[in-house]
Nanobody, 123 residues
Framework: VQLQAFGGGLVQAGDSLRVSCVATVRTFSVYAMGWFRQAPGKDRELVAAISGSGGSTTYADSVKGRFTISRDNAKNTMYLQMNSLKVEDTAVYCC?????????????????WGQGTQVTVSS
């Protein structure tokens, strides 16, 4: 399984940005997916996770109501729509996958990781 995240960039506070993660797999829908982020000097944290079907999602409290995770299984792609961005959202965002039913929410549960994409929010 190979994962590639892209779409990061430099935006201003209050702006929106969408990052994407493309998976090279035969059957994308059997993989639970997640977005994690890590800011300098901070631990990696889960941002959002989604089940293989897309029917179940979960979010970190800090992004609820602002971020939306989704996936298009026909395109082997997962998305993270980020609205009302804040300076504290600045981090490297990484996507992760694990072949399982339901949702995975801890980093140790994921078997495959993509490279990160930098999101920088300026004030």
């Amino acid at each position: 399984v190979q994962l590639q995240a892209f779409g990061g960039g430099l935006v201003q506070a209050g702006d929106s940005l969408r990052v994407s993660c493309v998976a090279t797999v035969r059957t994308f829908s059997v993989y639970a997916m997640g977005w994690f982020r890590q800011a300098p000097g901070k631990d990696r944290e889960l941002v959002a996770a989604i089940s293989g079907s897309g029917g179940s999602t979960t979010y970190a409290d800090s992004v609820k109501g602002r971020f939306t995770i989704s996936r298009d299984n026909a395109k082997n792609t997962m998305y993270l729509q980020m609205n009302s961005l804040k300076v504290e959202d600045t981090a490297v965002y990484c996507c992760a996958a694990v072949r399982r039913f339901g949702i995975a929410t801890h980093a140790y549960e994921f078997d495959y990781w993509g490279q990160g994409t930098q999101v920088t929010v300026s004030s």
